[in-house]
């Protein structure tokens, strides 16, 4: 909670640094006792309820959004195992052997709060609000899934320590499924309802979206949720494709006994990842505007998933190309992996779209019939520049 606290205030200097402003820097040294501020200010306010509200959904919909996004941290280990006097102590809340498809299972029900916030408001902006989620989640949430399947196929196993483990001998898996990665990142995105994929709470549409109606502690519930739930998504960005705690160009954290030393290492290793991504969040909502939402559908449906599909039949035949040629999963077997991905980042990049989907000129028109209308618009502005001349 402190952590979601602060990346709200990380949020508000960040963004102040980009615009060339000061941000919160009144309460306390440098500001950072404004979160504490705007807590109390939050547990003081009035509640208020919409006069035909669904009362018991409403009041129950910010719990909703808010628990998933708190639990979804349990799985994800962020150091090496701590050696104690009671024995091993593993750096992780709960070691499940489901891993991370309890997070993607679990991050997933955060919609329902969402939902029912829109519709329980009674209020036309907050149900638009709750729909466009829930279609975007939808969308993005196979995706997403999808982009895991890789890392599945190159560890074996779904137990978060494993795909780190296998990312120490092999290498990043941003390197060897970078567009998996690509993939991952984007869906993250869309996941956190975060720009440019806050269409959910547009504020130029639907007022506030679906907390419209929502005050007080009800109202903070929701970006808390979306805050945990962007360093849920960068937490586990950093450990499927970034090597977790892993530190990096050396084998000494994997190799002998475990050590504070090395607890303390690895934790700052995957907390500077994680920071890093958080960053990469707030860098990326200062900076892009939103879709419209065709496109941001259009990306989801005809771009994200294709690619995905095919995706997983590339590598999964790769892998099992490699397997069967007896290379070792090792340095040549993930350079294999690094080459084939290069050539599909490339065609990706330059080949795929160009423009056509997810441009911000983007229409349904056709070429040609987008043409005869430039020539239909040309052809009255030259007879109205001749008109001009006679009179």
Same mark, same amino acid.
């Given at each position: 909670?402190?952590?979601?606290?602060?990346?709200?205030?990380?949020?508000?200097?960040?963004?102040?640094?980009?615009?060339?402003?000061?941000?919160?820097?009144?309460?306390?040294?440098?500001?950072?006792?404004?979160?504490?501020?705007?807590?109390?200010?939050?547990?003081?306010?009035?509640?208020?309820?919409?006069?035909?509200?669904?009362?018991?959904?409403?009041?129950?919909?910010?719990?909703?959004?808010?628990?998933?996004?708190?639990?979804?941290?349990?799985?994800?280990?962020?150091?090496?195992?701590?050696?104690?006097?009671?024995?091993?102590?593993?750096?992780?809340?709960?070691?499940?052997?489901?891993?991370?498809?309890?997070?993607?299972?679990? /991050? +997933?029900?955060?919609?329902?709060?969402?939902?029912? &916030?829109?519709?329980? %408001?009674?209020?036309?902006?907050? $149900? !638009?609000? #709750?729909?466009? /989620? +829930?279609?975007?989640?939808?969308?993005?949430?196979? &995706?997403?899934?999808? %982009?895991?399947?890789?890392?599945? $196929? !190159?560890? #074996?196993?779904?137990?978060?320590?494993?795909?780190?483990?296998?990312?120490?001998?092999?290498?990043?898996?941003?390197?060897?499924?970078?567009?998996?990665c690509f993939i991952f990142l984007i869906a993250a995105f869309a996941e956190t309802n975060r720009v440019p994929f806050d269409l959910p709470e547009a504020e130029?549409?639907?007022?506030?979206?679906?907390?419209?109606?929502?005050?007080?502690?009800?109202?903070?519930?929701?970006?808390?949720?979306?805050?945990?739930?962007?360093?849920?998504?960068?937490?586990?960005?950093?450990?499927?494709?970034?090597?977790?705690?892993?530190?990096?160009?050396?084998?000494?954290?994997?190799?002998?006994?475990?050590?504070?030393?090395k607890s303390i290492l690895t934790f700052g290793s995957f907390a500077t990842k994680v920071v890093f991504f958080i960053f990469f969040y707030i860098w990326i909502?200062?900076?892009?505007?939103?879709?419209?939402?065709?496109?941001?559908?259009?990306?989801?449906?005809?771009?994200?998933?294709?690619?995905?599909?095919?995706?997983?039949?590339?590598?999964?035949?790769?892998?099992?190309?490699?397997?069967?040629?007896?290379?070792?999963?090792?340095?040549?077997?993930?350079?294999?992996?690094?080459?084939?991905?290069?050539?599909?980042?490339?065609?990706?990049?330059?080949?795929?779209?160009?423009?056509?989907?997810?441009?911000?000129?983007?229409?349904?028109?056709?070429?040609?019939?987008?043409?005869?209308?430039?020539?239909?618009?040309?052809?009255?502005?030259?007879?109205?520049?001749?008109?001009?001349?006679?009179?």
């Amino acid at each position: 909670m402190v952590t979601v606290a602060y990346t709200t205030f990380a949020e508000r200097r960040v963004s102040a640094w980009i615009q060339d402003r000061h941000g919160p820097n009144r309460v306390g040294p440098q500001g950072v006792l404004q979160v504490i501020a705007d807590g109390v200010k939050n547990f003081m306010k009035e509640e208020t309820y919409p006069g035909f509200a669904n009362r018991t959904l409403f009041i129950l919909a910010p719990g909703l959004a808010f628990l998933p996004a708190m639990l979804t941290w349990a799985v994800i280990p962020f150091g090496s195992p701590l050696p104690t006097p009671w024995g091993r102590i593993d750096l992780v809340v709960a070691d499940l052997p489901v891993g991370f498809l309890f997070t993607l299972a679990i /991050s +997933s029900v955060g919609v329902y709060g969402i939902v029912l &916030a829109g519709w329980s %408001s009674n209020n036309k902006y907050a $149900l !638009l609000g #709750g729909l466009r /989620s +829930s279609a975007q989640m939808v969308s993005y949430e196979i &995706a997403m899934g999808m %982009s895991t399947v890789c890392v599945l $196929l !190159l560890s #074996g196993n779904v137990t978060l320590n494993t795909v780190i483990q296998q990312q120490s001998h092999m290498g990043w898996n941003a390197l060897l499924l970078s567009v998996a990665c690509f993939i991952f990142l984007i869906a993250a995105f869309a996941e956190t309802n975060r720009v440019p994929f806050d269409l959910p709470e547009a504020e130029s549409e639907l007022v506030a979206g679906y907390h419209t109606e929502y005050s007080a502690m009800k109202y903070s519930m929701f970006p808390i949720a979306e805050y945990a739930n962007m360093i849920t998504a960068s937490a586990m960005m950093a450990t499927l494709f970034f090597g977790g705690w892993d530190i990096p160009f050396t084998q000494w954290d994997n190799t002998g006994d475990f050590t504070v030393l090395k607890s303390i290492l690895t934790f700052g290793s995957f907390a500077t990842k994680v920071v890093f991504f958080i960053f990469f969040y707030i860098w990326i909502r200062w900076t892009l505007p939103r879709f419209r939402y065709d496109q941001l559908m259009s990306l989801g449906w005809k771009v994200l998933l294709p690619i995905a599909l095919i995706y997983v039949v590339v590598i999964a035949t790769a892998v099992v190309t490699l397997d069967k040629a007896g290379v070792v999963r090792g340095p040549l077997f993930g350079g294999v992996l690094f080459a084939i991905n290069v050539v599909l980042m490339g065609a990706i990049l330059l080949v795929l779209d160009r423009g056509r989907i997810i441009s911000p000129a983007y229409s349904r028109l056709d070429r040609g019939r987008v043409q005869r209308l430039r020539d239909v618009s040309s052809g009255r502005r030259t007879l109205n520049h001749a008109a001009d001349k006679g009179a």
